[in-house]
Nanobody
Framework: EVQLVESGGGLVQPGGSLRLSCAASGFTFVNYAMSWVRQAPGKGLEWVSTITIGGIEPFYADFVKGRFTISRDNAENTLYLQLNSLKTEDTAIYYC?????????RGQGTQVTVSS
């Protein structure tokens, strides 16, 4: 059974930073691209970033380029998302997703709230 458990969310002021983590189990992590997606209040799921199997090439949505960094630790089966220069519009539930795009499986999410 695929399990994805996100952590690291919280309340942060505009301009602040957070680091999200996703612990993966139940599948061979190293064999899959991994993604982050988010859902803002009242909106649908939105792709944020994908990292390839080897972790060499990341892809980002235009609205996070230069501010967010995706990474992975294949030895620890963990996916990360470093969020810098946060804006109020980044407020959302952030989900870890197995595979590209919106993913084939997602975790329960972690809430990120950006507010002064």
């Amino acid at each position: 059974e695929v399990q994805l458990v996100e952590s690291g969310g919280g309340l942060v002021q505009p301009g602040g930073s957070l680091r999200l983590s996703c612990a993966a189990s139940g599948f061979t992590f190293v064999n899959y691209a991994m993604s982050w997606v988010r859902q803002a209040p009242g909106k649908g799921l939105e792709w944020v970033s994908t990292i390839t199997i080897g972790g060499i090439e990341p892809f980002y949505a235009d609205f996070v380029k230069g501010r967010f960094t995706i990474s992975r630790d294949n030895a620890e089966n963990t996916l990360y998302l470093q969020l810098n220069s946060l804006k109020t519009e980044d407020t959302a539930i952030y989900y870890c997703a197995k595979d590209v795009g919106l993913g084939t499986d997602r975790g329960q999410g972690t809430q990120v709230t950006v507010s002064s």
